[in-house]
């Protein structure tokens, strides 16, 4: 079992930047790749990152390509997604997610409950 808890969201304006954390336990999380995803009101959910277990490898949505950076700390059992230059369509929950390297929900096996992020114009 694995228990994945975000943090960080909040209300910011347009061109704010804001860092998103995960925070993971319950199994060994350096073994496993992570995402982030997104899902916007009356959207389906978007595929926003994802690193690989080392965090050698990353990869990202064209949508925030150049603007969000993912990284994370194998010992702090825990992933971040920085977002600068923040647009009023980035308004979305955020999710991680424990899985497989890629940009596909079904790679991923756990997910977290999701922070609220909100960019006014």
């Known amino acids: 079992q694995v228990q994945l808890v975000e943090s960080g969201g909040g209300l910011v304006q347009a061109g704010d930047s804001l860092r998103l954390s995960c925070a993971a336990s319950?199994?060994?999380?350096?073994?496993?790749?992570m995402g982030w995803f997104r899902q916007a009101p009356g959207k389906e959910r978007e595929f926003v990152a994802t690193?690989?277990?080392?965090?050698?490898?990353?990869f990202y949505g064209d949508s925030v390509k150049g603007r969000f950076t993912i990284s994370r700390d194998n010992a702090k059992n825990t992933v971040y997604l920085q977002m600068n230059s923040l647009k009023p369509e980035d308004t979305a929950v955020y999710y991680c997610?424990?899985?497989?390297?890629?940009?596909?929900?079904?790679?991923?096996?756990?997910w977290g409950q999701g922070t609220q992020v909100t960019v006014s114009s």
């Open positions: 319950g199994r060994t999380f350096r073994n496993y790749a």
């Open positions: 997610a424990s899985g497989m390297y890629g940009s596909s929900e079904n790679m991923y096996g756990y």
């Open positions: 690193i690989s277990w080392s965090g050698g490898s990353t």
